[in-house]
């Protein structure tokens, strides 16, 4: 059977986690693979990270940590991270995390898309 690469948006428009007062430490997304997608490969998650003040944040995807970075100032980046294979679930039931776990400040995240392996 022939495998294609194949992505999925989580999210396109900006969010934001901060550990300040009165503001939300962490986001989380549902989202869905197409039929097909094979869980047994790694998969991609790319991002843009928008820093405002340093912090430490991590990714979750189905409750297993797959990112865990931490900035000391002001910075832009574009970010990718190999998913493990079998992390993934077919289907609907999939979720991603984003959460502040060290430090006071402040992020926005935007363009999260992964990138999985889909047979057809």
Do not use: W
Not at 17 to 24: F, H, Q, Y
Not at 54 to 68: A, H, L, P, R, S
Not at 97 to 116: I, K, M, Q
């Amino acid at each position: 059977m022939p495998r294609i690469a194949d992505y999925v948006v989580i999210r396109d428009t900006k969010f934001e986690i901060s550990s300040e007062p009165g503001k939300d430490p962490d986001k989380d997304f549902d989202f869905t693979l197409e039929s097909g997608a094979s869980i047994a490969s790694r998969s991609i998650l790319a991002f843009v990270l928008f820093v405002y003040k340093g912090c430490g944040f991590e990714v979750k995807i189905n409750g297993t940590k797959q990112v865990d970075f931490s900035f000391s100032g002001p910075t832009i980046v574009a970010l990718h991270e190999v998913i493990a294979a079998n992390v993934l679930k077919a289907g609907s039931d999939n979720n991603i995390e984003f959460r502040v776990v060290v430090g006071r400040g402040t992020l926005e995240f935007g363009d999260v898309v992964l990138h999985y392996q889909r047979d057809i």
